[in-house]
């Protein structure tokens, strides 16, 4: 297990502990508004410590964890995991059948496909 570091950058946290593939992509996150400290907007040198709540959408999906251990370096994923504890919701339960992608190379969707597609949206999924 690595050591620990007293604070660190909340861009470099989230990309050592796998939340993000690329450090590039923790540092777009944070400066797109996609992270939270404490339930404070994150900038990519917001300090992170050690029980802070951080809050990350990445790819459509939040994820909530609290820092556990403070590391600057990307460890394995086994690792990774020991340094936050998880408290994300679970994700909502999706209809059978009920997806927003069509073929590529289809084409333009039909009127009918359209209609099917919106209210597919209205419904939330």
């Not at 861009?11 to 593939?21: G, I, S, T």
């Not at 996150?29 to 404490?38: D, L, P, T």
């Amino acid at each position: 297990m690595p050591q620990g570091h007293p604070s660190g950058r909340v861009d470099r946290w989230v990309w050592a502990v796998r939340l993000a593939k690329t450090r590039a992509d923790a540092a777009q996150a944070c400066r797109g508004g996609h992270v939270r400290v404490n339930d404070r907007p994150a900038k990519p040198a917001t300090p992170v410590r050690v029980g802070d709540e951080v809050q990350v959408r990445l790819n459509g999906v939040t994820r909530i964890v609290d820092v556990a251990l403070v590391i600057e370096k990307r460890v394995g994923a086994p690792v990774a995991r020991r340094c936050y504890t998880d408290r994300s919701p679970e994700p909502a339960p999706q209809q059978p059948g009920a997806v927003l992608r069509r073929d590529r190379g289809a084409g333009r969707p039909t009127k009918r496909d359209r209609r099917q597609i919106e209210q597919l949206r209205r419904q939330g999924l």
